[in-house]
Nanobody, 125 residues
Framework: QVQLVESGGGLVQAGGSLRLSCAASGRTFSRYAMGWFRQAPGNEREFVAA????????SYADSVEGRFIISRDNAKNTVYLQMNSLQFEDTAVYYC??????????????????WGQGTQVTVSS
């Protein structure tokens, strides 16, 4: 069992930056690939970024490539999402997810094993 708790969301102006954190419970954090997803009102949950167990491989959605950076610290059981050059279209609830079976690249929401409760990111234009 893995419990995930996101933090770091808030209100930011377009062009600004935020860093999200996702803290995981348990001793098995390093066994899971981690991902960030987001869901805007009326939209389906979509993939944003993923990182492999050791952090050596990352993957991004085209919409955030070059602006967002995913990273992890296995000693702290935490995964991060640094979001730069934020745009109004980035407004959404952001969720972190853990996935045990991972072959690289992105993954679908249905492939996640555990979810956090989400944190709201609002970008004002």
């Amino acid at each position: 069992q893995v419990q995930l708790v996101e933090s770091g969301g808030g209100l930011v102006q377009a062009g600004g930056s935020l860093r999200l954190s996702c803290a995981a419970s348990g001793r098995t954090f390093s066994r899971y690939a981690m991902g960030w997803f987001r869901q805007a009102p009326g939209n389906e949950r979509e993939f944003v970024a993923a990182i492999s167990r050791g952090g050596g491989s990352t993957s991004y959605a085209d919409s955030v490539e070059g602006r967002f950076i995913i990273s992890r610290d296995n000693a702290k059981n935490t995964v991060y999402l640094q979001m730069n050059s934020l745009q109004f279209e980035d407004t959404a609830v952001y969720y972190c997810a853990a996935r045990y079976v991972y072959y690289g690249g992105g993954f679908r929401p249905t492939e996640a094993d555990y979810w956090g409760q989400g944190t709201q990111v609002t970008v004002s234009s």
